[in-house]
């Protein structure tokens, strides 16, 4: 069962910046798509950006132009950069690999937490 990490969280002020990573303990070569979920205090999760084989990307609209999603297959890592954070960014971030709406390639990973806040 691959293991799912991600790191970079942290307390950022509006308008700034963070880099999140994710890295798989298997190879995600072979995954058609993973994407980024957050899932704020109360919340359902929801899907913040998701990313092909063929590097094709989608995002939530709410973070459209601020968020971009990499993947490197050689590292087997999924990388998030958000710019021009927003209090409402606050969230657990994950990554994981949809298999639909409702399932999902491999477990859940313990997130991380990004605040954004004055």
């Known amino acids: 069962q691959v293991q799912l990490v991600e790191s970079g969280g942290g307390l950022a002020q509006p308008g700034g910046s963070l880099r999140l990573s994710c890295a798989a303990s298997g190879s995600i070569r072979d995954i058609y798509v993973m994407g980024w979920y957050r899932q704020a205090p109360g919340k359902e999760r929801e899907l913040v950006a998701s990313?092909?084989?063929?590097?094709?990307?989608k995002y939530l609209d709410s973070v459209k132009g601020r968020f971009t999603i990499f993947r490197d297959n050689s590292k087997n890592t999924v990388t998030l950069q958000m710019n021009s954070l927003k209090p409402e960014d606050t969230a657990v971030y994950y990554c994981n690999a949809p298999i639909d709406a409702v399932s999902f390639v491999w477990s859940w990973g313990l997130g991380t937490q990004v605040t954004v806040s004055t």
């Open positions: 990313i092909t084989g063929g590097s094709g990307t």
